[in-house]
């Protein structure tokens, strides 16, 4: 897989971060959100940590998705002890031999030195502090999939925890502590920051920037130069074909990779066929969706249909909630039934609803949404299964008959 890199859009947010931007309020935290598969992660690991780095921060980087079975909070404890571990390692040592069981940090904190590199007794606060007076520098504090943090009650502490070391360690005009979250889904980051609840409000979401065609240009002019044979390439058509897979790089490089292997067998264009294989992925993904909806039982339906139909809105068990189940389902439905119809949709594999710690919910895979919101505009919602919609025609006529 190649990387593009995208280094400017890495220097204008270091500055953000570093709060040297004339407008804009990133150095209170930056928030970004991207469909999953578009380059978030590439982009944060590849492009801003290095740039960071290289700006003289000591960057902390944790994805929150690395290990779903533990819990977010611990995830983010054991990089920030990692960070620490490094960083007070030699200290450490220095220490044991002199046989003291604790060290002095600028004078005002204390560690014990057989408990390097983990933060068990220090609050969050602290261990941060702590990481950055031992490494004389400021710090950014990357997590990815954020909004996984909301789904513990711990997790929820976490983030109230940073917002509370953001603001001890930051001072007008110096900032120590950079904080980057990231999420594969708006609606769900917004949980952090748009109500008064929320540990991060006031702040705001921003759409991370697509690959778009300057990526297809780079990618246009690697291929000339190794298939001088294929000059020109297309690339408005390979631009098209990368829209369709929904500017998700893994995709589109893997049909690329198809359609340009000596293997393929291909007679003519490669860009056509790449073109074609985004068309049947495109196809592909919309038809599993319509089947994991047309696999649910009524009342899940009904209840998935709200969720996408709301969006943050969406309240399971109001009474609006309870006359839309029971006018798709044709059955009185209780906050009960609701409730253990959210619990089948969360626990199907894939699940296909997110629920936070306070009972927040949301579909889980956001091109659910986009899917929907095509669906309702081209007519098609909801689906039906093949020869449904002649059988219901013919009931209708007989009736009228």
């Not at 902390?60 to 960070?83: H, M, T």
């Not at 604790?102 to 057989?114: E, F, H, M, R, W």
């Not at 940073?162 to 502590?177: E, I, T, Y």
Request: charged share 25%; hydrophobic share 40%; with cysteine.
């Amino acid at each position: 897989m190649i990387h593009y890199s995208r280094t400017t859009l890495a220097q204008n947010l270091t500055v953000a971060l570093q709060g040297k931007a004339l407008f804009g309020d990133a150095h209170n935290g930056l928030f970004l959100a991207a469909p999953r598969r578009t380059g978030k992660s590439t982009f944060l690991q590849g492009d801003l940590r290095p740039v960071l780095e290289a700006a003289g921060v000591v960057v902390v980087y944790v994805d929150l998705w690395s290990d779903q079975r533990r819990d977010p909070a611990l995830l983010v404890a054991d990089a920030i002890g990692r960070a620490l571990s490094l960083k007070l390692g030699l200290l450490a040592k220095v220490a044991r031999k002199a046989g003291l069981e604790n060290v002095s940090i600028a004078g005002t904190l204390k560690i014990d030195t057989s408990k390097i590199g983990r933060i068990d007794g220090l609050t969050l606060s602290e261990a941060l502090r702590t990481l950055h007076e031992t490494a004389k520098a400021p710090l950014a504090l990357i997590i990815d999939e954020a909004q996984h943090a909301l789904t513990s009650e711990a997790g929820e502490a976490m983030m109230s925890a940073l917002k509370s070391a953001r603001d001890q360690l930051n001072r007008p005009g110096q900032v120590n502590l950079m904080l980057v979250m990231s999420g594969s889904d708006r609606d769900k980051l917004l949980r952090l920051v748009n109500t008064n609840g929320a540990p991060f409000f006031g702040s705001q979401i921003t759409r991370m920037p697509e690959l778009d065609q300057h990526f297809i240009q780079h990618v246009a002019s690697l291929i000339e130069a190794q298939r001088p044979d294929l000059k020109p390439v297309d690339q408005q058509t390979l631009l098209q074909a990368f829209e369709k897979f929904g500017h998700r790089p893994q995709f589109f490089m893997e049909a690329l990779g198809q359609a340009l292997s000596p293997l393929s067998g291909l007679t003519g264009r490669f860009e056509t066929a790449v073109l074609a294989a985004a068309n049947q992925k495109q196809s592909d993904d919309e038809r599993q969706m319509e089947s994991n909806y047309l696999g649910l039982k009524p009342l899940e339906q009904a209840v998935l249909w709200r969720l996408l139909e709301q969006g943050a809105r969406f309240r399971p068990y109001d009474a609006e909630a309870l006359r839309f189940y029971k006018e798709k389902t044709q059955t009185a439905v209780s906050p009960q039934k609701a409730q253990n119809a959210l619990e089948a949709l969360r626990e199907r594999n894939p699940a296909l609803v997110w629920k936070s710690a306070r009972g927040e919910y949301s579909v889980d895979d956001a091109a659910m949404h986009r899917w929907f919101q095509q669906c309702v505009q081209h007519g098609t919602w909801p689906p039906q299964v093949p020869g449904q919609a002649q059988h219901e025609l013919g009931l209708n006529e007989d009736a009228e008959d």
